[in-house]
Nanobody
Framework: VQLVESGGGSVQSGGSLRLACALS????????LAWFRRGPPPLKEREGV?????????VYAPAVKGRFTISQDSAKKTLYLQMNNLKPEDTATYIC????????????????WGQGIQVTVSS
């Protein structure tokens, strides 16, 4: 199983980005998929941003609710994160994760992780 993120970059405050995570070799069902992020140094713990469970239900961290949207394309085996109205505090390394619990899917209890991709938002 390999998770590879794409779509990161630099954007001004108020802008948008769409992240994608290619789920190569991942065929498991019944688990959650999610996006986490880790802020700039000093190194912080990963925080859950958005998750989608096996029934398609979504959950968001309060800081991004209403601005970010998580979705998946099962046929393409790709997880997406549409980020709108970005703020400087959204600057972080964004990491996709697969095969997590459907209970509290924003907890960092996942079996597979991507390497992460940088998102930088300037004011």
């Amino acid at each position: 199983v390999q998770l590879v993120e794409s779509g990161g970059g630099s954007v001004q405050s108020g802008g948008s980005l769409r992240l994608a995570c290619a789920l190569s070799g991942y065929t498991h069902k019944g688990y959650s998929l999610a996006w986490f992020r880790r802020g700039p140094p000093p190194l912080k713990e990963r925080e859950g941003v958005a998750a989608i469970d096996s029934d398609g239900s979504t959950v968001y961290a309060p800081a991004v609710k209403g601005r970010f949207t998580i979705s998946q394309d099962s046929a393409k085996k790709t997880l997406y994160l549409q980020m709108n109205n970005l703020k400087p505090e959204d600057t972080a390394t964004y990491i996709c994760a697969a095969e997590g619990t459907n209970v509290n899917p924003l907890l960092a209890i996942y079996n597979y992780w991507g390497q992460g991709i940088q998102v930088t938002v300037s004011s």
